[in-house]
């Protein structure tokens, strides 16, 4: 009947047809152009066709829907209001008319149904969902919100309060919550899901079920007190308005949208769907996470190419040695472990081999009592790891993560002893976050084969890994760390050697600029806080108390010794060095910036110290007042700069990569998009303005030569 490139549509047996999604360009089926244009010419061939007495719709893939493509969305936002309330209704129109055709439909849900998919299982009539399948509305997870009518029929086909939950939090639902809360009506065996949705339309055909009762629950207004509505509305609206969701509209959109639309018929529900859906998609929060959504695309993509372009001369991991055992050690071993390796974990002290080993049966504990991992399997994974005080057994490992303590001229030492006991094909890093690879390279005899391998803290929780790249270390060699970083669960971003690598690198900045600004005589609490309130997880205070002090300063002199020519300060003792001094450490020992005392929870929480003040008041000016507008600025700018730096050296290869490494590196606020997006939000010339109206604070203002070439030819990051 209907033979397009992402769907078809045929007749099969009992006067039925079938809909068929099945891109044939992609591995998966999206809601893109080409499938709407398209499902609305088969709806339409099928609507004139007075044989047909129901329809079927399925997927050949392995999933039903994903989504709408998320590509399309960049360009879309950019259209006038008419265009894209024109585009939105070419998608709404083509549902509803799936919606009302002249007989029974009925969807067999495979894989996964997310937004635009789900959206399309809705406009059936009856949902039969895969007992493997999972479904959900993940748009706010973009920053936007349900465009195609997912605010118009989840809360009639379930209730008010279950499709704002499910729409605020974009959470995926499994099969067994689905039909609980009615978004499907029957969950069966994946082996059964084609034979039962026939079953069921069979029975809707021939009159033993009334579909057309379903359809009305659907185009009608939502049956329920209008003092409840409000009530329900209003719960949510207050748990989306707390601290973080007040940087993230779409929660707040969704809730006043649903609160009118409930009142209304379906087309003019729909039509406030769509106006909402606009005036959400010209936000800037949008436009950031939209982009933050295609930058983890890419990044992933970049790092499956290397692996591909390489695959024939990797060699397969099976065996990682972790030498140098610890906290640091112990968390890569647990993490190597869980993800299936066996691993070898050395250090020359039994004392650090011990405090490994309980490292990772801590964490194995947690993800037991989490639920993350069963119990029966959790016995095999402390039986992967083998600890040893002898070098017997490194020649069994593939890759070797060298994670001792950061002090140069030992890591030279180990380094070079595992080279010598190693096979000559493994590959063999160095988990350090500030030392030079080049050098470290410098004493190996295969330095082709070592690279830099920067695991964040605490290393189950933080998703990325920076594969540094030493200006000898082969393509063969990244691309098997790509793949051993993506078998760990982890996200790969490929950086060149450079002091502090990408990361630390930029890090260092903003917390230089940190240092200064309390040195002019900001309050660091006040900094903190408005840093919190534009997004970060915890103020620059809050964080060096978290590293610790003594590792802060260890790194700003690498800093200050790799590149002296803007990591400098107008004092030798600066805020953290004087606190540092007075014997304070962070978290480590309670004391640094703030002061940590067992709250109820029998955890240490963070408390004002007041002799914190009292401390820097000896290398700082008297107390004054800072704006937000000025803090902020201070503190993002010499972040910025560097990261234009690392571009313009190629330390990172391009913006996308840029910024996904700060946003799983350091939690740089997703509702922003990252450096580089934030950057083109504030654009080429108010940064280069703002930069030269503080570089006489320190050259870290300073405008790069490429940033002032952007501003002459109005060139963004992202074009």
């Known amino acids: 009947m209907y033979n397009g490139k992402t769907l078809s549509v045929s007749k099969i047996h009992n006067q039925f047809a079938e809909l068929c999604f099945n891109n044939q360009d992609e591995s998966v089926n999206k809601l893109d152009l080409n499938t709407t244009r398209e499902l609305a010419e088969a709806v339409a061939i099928m609507r004139e066709d007075s044989q047909i007495k129901g329809l079927l719709v399925t997927s050949k893939k392995p999933v039903f829907i994903v989504g709408a493509d998320i590509t399309e969305f960049s360009e879309m936002f950019k259209l006038p209001k008419d265009a894209f309330l024109s585009r939105v209704k070419k998608v709404t129109k083509s549902l509803v008319s799936l919606e009302n055709l002249p007989f029974p439909t009925v969807v067999a849900i495979n894989g996964y149904a997310l937004g635009g998919g789900l959206e399309v299982c809705m406009a059936c009539d009856y949902r039969v969902l895969s007992d493997r399948a999972s479904i959900g509305m993940p748009e706010a997870t973009l920053g936007i919100i349900p465009g195609f009518g997912g605010t118009v029929r989840l809360p009639r086909i379930t209730d008010i309060s279950t499709a704002l939950e499910w729409m ?18 029957e969950v069966v065996p994946e082996s059964d899901l084609r034979d039962v949705a026939l079953e069921r339309l069979l029975d809707f ?45 779409a929660p707040l959109t969704l809730v006043e949208t649903l609160r009118s639309s409930a009142k209304l018929k379906q087309e003019p529900a729909q039509e406030l769907e769509s106006e909402a859906f606009y005036r959400i998609a010209q936000t800037s929060q949008a436009r950031a996470m939209v982009g933050i959504f295609l930058s983890d695309q890419y990044l992933g993509k970049q790092a499956r190419f290397q692996i591909k372009k390489h695959e024939h001369e990797l060699i397969k991991i099976r065996r990682s040695g972790i030498i140098g055992a610890g906290i640091m050690g112990g968390g890569i071993a647990y993490q190597n472990a869980i993800k299936g390796y066996s691993v070898l974990l050395k250090d020359i002290e039994q004392k650090a081999l011990d405090l490994g080993m309980s490292e990772a049966s801590k964490l194995l504990s947690k993800s037991i009592d989490r639920q993350k991992i069963k119990p029966i399997d959790g016995l095999n994974v402390l039986s992967k790891i083998t600890p040893t005080l002898y070098n017997n057994g490194i020649e069994t490992c593939d890759v070797i993560v060298e994670a001792i303590v950061e002090n140069e001229e030992v890591k030279k030492i180990v380094l070079a002893d595992i080279e010598s006991a190693a096979r000559e094909d493994s590959v063999i890093t160095s988990n350090t976050s500030t030392i030079s690879i080049n050098r470290l390279a410098s004493v190996l005899v295969r330095p082709e084969n070592f690279c830099g391998l920067h695991f964040f803290n605490p290393v189950h929780a933080m998703p990325l890994v920076e594969i540094v790249r030493a200006k000898n ?19 790969a971003v490929v950086v060149n050697d450079c002091p502090g ?19 002019d005589g900001a309050d660091f609490r006040q900094i903190d806080s408005v840093m919190e309130a534009w997004g970060w997880p915890m103020g620059p205070a809050y964080l ?17 010794s790799g590149l002296p020519e803007r990591f400098n300060l107008k004092k030798s003792n600066y805020p953290s060095r004087q606190i540092f001094s007075a014997g304070r450490l962070g978290q480590k020992n309670g004391r640094g910036y703030y002061q940590y005392l067992k709250g109820k929870s029998g955890r240490a929480e963070k408390q004002i110290d007041i002799e914190t003040q009292t401390i820097i008041e000896a290398v700082s000016e008297r107390t004054k007042s800072f704006s937000d507008e000025e803090i902020v600025n201070r503190m993002m700018l010499p972040m910025a700069n560097e990261m234009l730096r690392c571009l313009d050296e190629q330390i990172v290869a391009t913006p996308e990569e840029a910024d996904m490494a700060l946003v799983y590196g350091l939690g740089f606020p997703r509702f922003r998009g990252g450096i580089c997006r934030w950057m083109d939000e504030v654009g080429p010339a108010s940064l280069y303005d703002l930069g030269r109206s503080l570089e006489g604070v320190s050259m870290l203002y300073s405008p790069p030569a490429s940033l002032e070439k952007r501003v002459v030819n109005n060139v963004l990051l992202y074009q």
């Open 205 to 249: 055909a021939s009159d033993l079920r009334d579909y057309k009762i379903l359809r009305s629950l659907k185009s009608q207004p939502i049956d329920c007190d209008h003092s409840m509505l409000d009530q329900t509305c209003d719960t949510h609206r207050d748990s989306a308005d707390k601290k973080p969701g007040r940087n993230y509209p």
């Open 544 to 560: 060096i108390d978290v590293i610790g002090l003594d590792t802060l300063n260890h790194c700003y002199d690498s800093m200050s």
């Open 501 to 519: 690598f990408l990361v630390n690198r930029t890090l260092f900045a903003m917390l230089f600029g940190f240092e200064m600004l309390v040195q």
């Open 473 to 491: 270390s082969s393509d063969t060699t990244v691309a098997m760390l790509c793949d051993y970083v993506l078998g760990l669960g982890k996200k």
């Open 168 to 185: 605020i939090s974009g959470a995926i639902q499994n099969a067994k919550h689905a039909l609980e809360k009615g978004a499907v009506d």
